[in-house]
């Protein structure tokens, strides 16, 4: 059976939930979360360091908002099991479809992940999408992997 979503008052500050910190946490908070979904919002800042000549967010940074509403859903079930999220890493994804070049300046982005498989081993896939005022500006399906021992993974990565 699944479970209800929370709904945003439930939710710490994003900087708690997700590791990345500056520039590079693009999500500003989780309106939703539940077994298998999440939902998460962001605004395009025309002064971000991604910005365009026009302010806006090309549309190629979406798949980072994908990985970190993915990141921030992991953080979320483990937090309430009274853990942490093991660290993970995106593996990627066969098709990421922009319905737009880039994401307007003001725009009020909506990053909506599903879980549609989990592994024993640490291998998940996500569909996942951004939508802004009810148009679907880009999807995908990602695949993500939890290693047991990330440092160890990390360093056969580096060494190979």
Sequence with gaps: ??????????????????????????????????????????????????????????AWIGIELMAQGVAAHIALLAMRAGGRARPGVLLGTRSYKAHASAFARGAHLTVNVQEVLRGDEGHSAYECAIDHLGARYADAVIKVFQPGDFHTFI??????
């Excluded at 709904?7 to 990345?20: A, N, Y």
């Excluded at 360093?155 to 190979?160: K, P």
Aim: aromatic share 6%; with cysteine.
């Design 155 to 160: 360093e056969g990565s580096i060494s190979s």
């Design 1 to 58: 059976m699944k479970a209800t979503p929370e709904t945003s008052e439930g939710f710490p500050p994003i900087e708690t939930i997700l590791p990345h910190r500056g520039t590079m946490l693009l999500l500003d908070g989780v309106s939703a979360c539940g077994d298998e979904t999440l939902t998460a919002y962001t605004a395009v800042r025309g002064d971000a360091w991604y910005a365009d000549e026009s302010g806006a967010m090309p």
